[in-house]
């Protein structure tokens, strides 16, 4: 499996007053640029977003659903590195990391560009806004959550060497506060090995990428 630089700890992600909150009005589907029925903007971006617990593989999921996209994978932790150079993962810390990671991806898909935000995104008020942007500035919305068998993750999280800060107690903590997951979406396994996991997000996305 491939594990490079995947997922921040986003420690302060999750406020629980939030945890009874949905990812958005419209579930009408995790592709509703592509296949659904709403009018779209031939020559608006595209905005994914690829969320999940970590340390499950988003990165590896990220990079694979922009081969299909064409489009740049935006980070939560370079973000945040970017913000803050010595993190804290407060409160405040994340909601100005993803107010940004939105921003950018607003203005990219407004400009006709393809974006895949790669984040926990445990939040669903975070991922409500991801789908607001891409519903008014992007030609299609999808929406990718990541799981992975908790003992791989494990065993991962103590091998991997990268940008992310989280470590498996930052996993277990988002793994009770995740907020579930209420709009149509795609769910792609990354326990297997790397052509494992392709194959499911290629599978998501109409066939291998470069076909279309």
Known sequence: MNTEGDDSPDGAEVSMSNRD????ADTAGAFAGRDGDRSVDAEAGAIAVVCGLPGVGKTTVARRVAAHVDGEVLRTDVIRKELFGDPEYTDAETEAVYAELIDRA?????AGDAVVLDATFADARFRADAREAGERAAGSFDLVEVECDETVVERRIERRDGI?????????HFRDAFDRIEADHVTVDNSGDE??????VDA?????PGRD
């Open 21 to 24: 909150a949905v990812d958005g």
């Open 204 to 208: 998501a996305f109409g066939g291998p």
């Open 195 to 200: 052509a494992e996991t392709f194959a499911q």
């Open 164 to 172: 992310s800060d989280a470590d498996f107690d930052v996993y277990l």
């Open 106 to 110: 607003r203005e990219r898909a407004a």
